[in-house]
T-cell receptor, first 112, second 112 residues
Framework: DQQVKQNSPSLSVQEGRISILNCDYT??????FLWYKKYPAEGPTFLIS?????DKNEDGRFTVFLNKSAKHLSLHIVPSQPGDSAVYFC???????????FGKGTKLTVNP | NAGVTQTPKFRVLKTGQSMTLLCAQD?????MYWYRQDPGMGLRLIHY???????AKGEVPDGYNVSRLKKQNFLLGLESAAPSQTSVYFC???????????FGEGSRLTVL
């Protein structure tokens, strides 16, 4: 039973355009949502997060939107750059748990 | 500043052999985690620790044991390796329950 779903295994966009990566979750106890970025042969690195008390968090080219009623969050990257090509994982936590629950990831390819 | 270091980075085992993966962090973090990543499966939590001397089971603990004798180290053991344990293993640490995870570069294990 997947608590976190990233339904698009892959996404391809042109350099300079917007990339939108989506994540759906089922556990209403989740109250903190993180996005991680992973390059091949490297460990995941933290990208951006959002608390359930907010509906938007922005950091430079990266913005995360949270829709609690729909149990949906999205990561927007604008403008997209070739260096953004990586696998992006949605990882929420909550309910007092120390554990992050990772989605299966979306592989983003930004074409020059 | 090393962060999270995993050894070894690569290992090939025969079915039934045992081995230990070592994770060391120099950030004085309380929380440490072991994940495995398999194609199309995202990252799945094997075991974790909320402090020196403590361990707890994650999502896929069977076939693995862990120990946290020192705060900076978290060991993952395979007593009798099986081909199903062929995977990339990631160690991570965080400074608090709500904190972001810092990952090591991964250890690729192949069980023949």
């Amino acid at each position: 039973d997947q608590q976190v779903k990233q339904n698009s295994p892959s996404l391809s966009v042109q350099e300079g355009r917007i990339s939108i990566l989506n994540c759906d979750y089922t556990n209403s106890m989740f109250d903190y949502f993180l996005w991680y970025k992973k390059y091949p042969a490297e460990g995941p690195t933290f990208l951006i997060s959002i608390s359930s008390i907010k509906d938007k968090n922005e950091d430079g080219r990266f913005t995360v939107f949270l829709n609690k009623s729909a149990k949906h969050l999205s990561l927007h990257i604008v403008p997209s750059q070739p260096g953004d090509s990586a696998v992006y994982f949605c990882a929420p936590k909550g309910g007092g748990s120390e554990k992050l629950v990772f989605g299966k990831g979306t592989k983003l390819t930004v074409n020059p | 500043n090393a962060g999270v270091t995993q050894t070894p980075k690569f290992r090939v085992l025969k079915t039934g052999q045992s081995m230990t993966l070592l994770c060391a962090q120099d950030m004085n973090h309380e929380y440490m985690y072991w994940y495995r990543q398999d194609p199309g499966m995202g990252l799945r939590l094997i075991h974790y620790s909320v402090g020196e001397g403590t361990t707890a089971k994650g999502e896929v603990p069977d076939g693995y044991n862990v120990s946290r004798l020192k705060k900076q180290n978290f060991l993952l053991g395979l007593e009798s390796a099986a081909p199903s344990q062929t995977s990339v293993y990631f160690c991570a640490s965080s400074y608090s329950r709500a904190g972001e995870l810092f990952f090591g570069e991964g250890s690729r294990l192949t069980v023949l």
